[in-house]
């Protein structure tokens, strides 16, 4: 069963730190600011607290560790960095120990006490609570001082305003030291995707899923996009069958650089556009009059701006209306790339998806959805589709027959034997909702915890019962 948790309410954000170092006598320290201070929610039963191992620690990340320690000042006496366990295009990110933990409130530590009672044996109970006491652990993300002030001031208020919701992993505090800010989160015990996507069950996935959408649907509630929803970032716990979204590096608020694309007109309208193109007219001129239709011809030199748009994400799991410089893109990107997912673990391919880059990407998805819908797709933002790659067929395929294909499988026989399990064509008629080609007609992901493959587990509306 999906363990989405509730989280209590909270007041206001609470200041919780009362100086920069309480053993510090002076408590001054004007050159380790602190960033933001939020009182911020529980992550639920994160695991962040539970695990007490100790991880064996390659020479050259003890080293990275120490020069960070020595680089950020005071470091060492708020946190025991104990591992680096994230190294990405924006950030390195280290497990460390809250030395200071029982110096502040820690709502977003809901397992905080009853853990500590739960696994006191009564021998151990006569200790004193310093010694019992179970190291609470940290994920330190130390964001690269390349990238820019905005942005990680970005990503840092993005996750403030996420503080309350739901399978979103909150941010604890953040600090700076010259150049440098660290955002810290609590740390969420969770398994390397690759380890466990080609085991599951259609019924895990399922679990999976619905706490990914869940945690989609909070972050949309918000009017935030996360722009790039991918296994690396949605850390999930198999045995706890829960997860957390993190790194809102990219993500954005809806609206954020909008600008009018055909996509947003009414049909009709569109259509007319369309019908009126320079594309169109040469073409249907060339039809009329007999002659065969002009092979495309590119201007020298174009004088025309290019168009821009924001194509942040991942390759392979960018949506198609990104992949076409959309200009009107909106959070239905996100549910987009939770389909690529789905498509990861029902065809048991990492990564599905492989293209070197955004012209590959749109040939892939030709390759399943077949010229004619890309070319709609295409042109449903103003796009023109020209392609003389010649296996590309007119139709595509089915999900069907791509997925028995990745799966070694024969297509249903006349002895009934063969083809997908009824819990996998629930699962594909699923993700086809979320791998709709036109955003207009792609499911929300509210209502995505609503269609069947998801509802069993809580729709919707038992999400909003939870945040009550
Ligand atoms: N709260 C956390 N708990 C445990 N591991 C984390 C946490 N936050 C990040 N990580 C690990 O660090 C990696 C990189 O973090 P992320 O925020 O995605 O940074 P980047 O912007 O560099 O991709 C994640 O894929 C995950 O493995
Ligand atoms: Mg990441
Ligand atoms: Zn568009």
Redesign the pocket.
Known sequence: MATTLRRPHYPVPVPVHEDLDPRRSDGVDDETDEVDDVGVRPLGD?G?TVSDEEEEVEDAVAEDIARFEASFRNITQRYRLINR?????????Y?AEDLLYDHYQNEWDLDGDKENIDNISSSTLKQTSSRVQKPR???I?K??ITSSPLRILN?LELLHDLRNSLNV?PLITAFRHHDQVI?V??????Q?FREYYRDFTVDETRVYMHSLFTALSSVHEAGIIHR?IKP??F?YSPSKQRG?L?????AEREGTDYHHCTCCVEIPDRQRKIQTSVYATTVNAAFQAGQPVPKPTYPNNDQRSSRRANRAGTRGFRAPEVLLKCTAQNSLIDVWSCGIILLTFISKRFPFFHSADDIDAFIELCCIFGKKRMRDTASLHGQVLQTNVPNLTENGYSWEKILLWCTGRNKKGADGQGGLTEEEQEAVAFMSCCLELDPARRVTADEALDLPFLAGLGGSRMREDMEE
């Open positions: 994160s962040g366990i994230g190294e990405g295009t924006f950030s390195t990110v497990k652990y940290v994920a993300k964001i690269y990503e992993c955002a989160l609590p740390y969420f015990q969770h390397d790039d690396t970032n850390l957390v993190v790194d809102f590096g990219l």
